[in-house]
């Protein structure tokens, strides 16, 4: 599985806090071995304007959301519930 970030996704980490940052590539490490994990990533689909896109836990109320394409995986957001579900 190859993983790849978006533009979007690399501007919008770049304003995360150091500790979002930090827990966002332990999410990933987590992700690359299991991506469905359910207790701690809680992958799920998206619905909506969002659909056909999934969602997993970074921390708290952060969340990043990612499409899949081919077998490779693509981030393309990451923030809280309230920026990402508008």
Not at 30 to 56: A, E, M, V, W, Y
């Given at each position: 599985?190859n ?10 980490f770049k ?9 966002f590539i ?14 701690i ?5 998206l ?16 969340r990043?959301i990612?499409?899949e ?12 519930h309230?920026?990402l579900?508008?």
């Amino acid at each position: 599985m190859n993983v790849f970030t978006s533009k979007k996704f690399d501007k919008m980490f770049k304003k995360c806090l150091q500790e979002i940052k930090e827990k966002f590539i332990e999410r990933l490490k987590l992700f690359k071995d299991n991506k469905h994990s359910p207790i701690i990533l809680n992958n799920h689909p998206l619905s909506g304007k969002l659909k056909g896109l999934r969602s997993i836990n970074v921390s708290g109320d952060y969340r990043s959301i990612f499409e899949e394409k081919s077998g490779d995986i693509i981030f393309i957001a990451i923030g809280t519930h309230s920026q990402l579900y508008k």
